[in-house]
């Protein structure tokens, strides 16, 4: 039995209240690098809690795994620049 739309629709907005909710702590006690996101591990919800990054540009970002350095979102045509730009201390590339 597969979800629908209106299910999916809320485990994402449920999804995006958590992460924002543990962001405004980890930021409130200091903790440094909680909203980064690697490129190359994080989960597609995940990366629906970034900065104009919608379902489209979610899979588009796994699609185009794996990334050596955040800017081949832009070199690689993931997304548009002015949506990089938006979301660019939002993310990392953690190298092996």
């Known amino acids: 039995?597969?979800?629908?739309?209106?299910?999916?629709?809320?485990t994402t907005q449920w999804a995006q209240t958590i992460t924002a909710k543990v962001q405004t702590i980890a930021?409130?006690?200091?903790?440094?690098?909680?909203?980064?996101?690697?490129?190359?591990?994080?989960?597609?919800?995940?990366?629906?809690s970034l900065s104009g990054i919608g379902v489209i540009y979610a899979k588009r970002?796994?699609?185009g795994r794996p990334y050596r350095c955040v800017d081949e979102l832009v070199t690689k045509h993931v997304l548009p620049l002015v949506t990089?730009?938006?979301?660019k201390d939002e993310i990392h590339v953690k190298r092996p």
């Open 27 to 48: 930021g409130q006690l200091g903790v440094v690098g909680y909203q980064r996101a690697d490129l190359n591990t994080a989960t597609s919800v995940r990366l629906l």
């Open 61 to 63: 970002i796994v699609a």
């Open 84 to 87: 990089y730009e938006g979301m």
């Open 1 to 10: 039995m597969g979800q629908d739309d209106s299910t999916m629709t809320t």
